[in-house]
């Protein structure tokens, strides 16, 4: 089947960087849109960054200018640069993926890393 690894979270504190990454494996035919997505305990999921196929992204309005979506289609991999950090980004940052395979399709999450930022 399908399988999204994200990897680089990690604590940092306040104004400082990381970067995520999620690779997609598995019986893969071709992915569409790829997005990073972030939550906080007792709120919803919220979309952070998206990227189609093509190149094309959207922001959330509280992450433009500092964090910057990319994506690797040879690699199946989406990555997120997040510069200039603040507490107020700390959560569990999942991507999303969507696959198209053979004979089916979908949109798969990965596992989530956890990305903590301090004051």
């Known amino acids: 089947q399908v399988q999204l690894v994200e990897s680089g979270g990690g604590l940092v504190q306040a104004g400082w960087s990381l970067r995520l990454s999620c690779a997609a494996s598995g019986s893969i035919f071709s992915i569409n849109t790829m997005g990073w997505y972030r939550q906080t305990p007792g709120k919803q999921r919220e979309l952070v960054a998206t990227i189609s196929s093509g190149g094309n992204t959207n922001y959330a309005d509280s992450v433009k200018g500092r964090l910057t979506i990319s994506r690797d289609n040879a690699k199946n991999t989406v990555y997120l640069q997040m510069n200039s950090l603040k507490p107020e980004d700390t959560a569990v940052y999942y991507c999303?993926?969507?696959?198209?395979?053979?004979?089916?399709?979908?949109?798969?999450w990965g596992q989530g890393t956890q990305v903590t930022v301090s004051s």
């Open positions: 999303n993926a969507n696959i198209v395979q053979s004979y089916s399709g979908g949109y798969y």
